[in-house]
């Protein structure tokens, strides 16, 4: 696997002190997306993500695993119209049991 050119730009937004916002996505599988983002030039970028698949398994990413063989921290704006805002409490109990 390449090293992946995005670790500094995203580790710097996670190390940052924007505000984080926390969002839900469900998809038709029945799989849930999880996204904790900071605003930058307008739009909201994934700086952690946790992806539960249908059959309930977990992936987590962030700027020390920005990809593995099941997927990837979105390398898009989060289309924030689509997603459902969460607390960070529900983000946060979520992303600590995927470890």
């Known amino acids: 696997m390449l090293p992946d050119l995005r ?16 969002w839900r996505a ?11 983002s900071v605003e930058g030039d307008g739009e909201h970028w994934a700086i952690r993500q946790v992806e539960i698949g249908a059959d309930r398994s977990v992936h987590r990413y962030w700027w020390r695993r920005l990809q593995d063989e099941h997927g990837f921290l979105t390398d898009q704006p ?8 969460i607390s ?5 109990s979520v ?5």
């Open 7 to 22: 670790e500094p730009v995203i580790r710097q937004l996670a190390e940052s002190d924007l505000a984080r916002h926390h």
């Open 26 to 36: 469900d998809d038709d599988d029945g799989g849930v997306w999880l996204f904790e």
């Open 78 to 85: 989060l289309e924030i119209w689509e997603l459902t805002e």
């Open 95 to 99: 992303w600590e049991l995927a470890e």
């Open 88 to 92: 960070r409490e529900a983000f946060e």
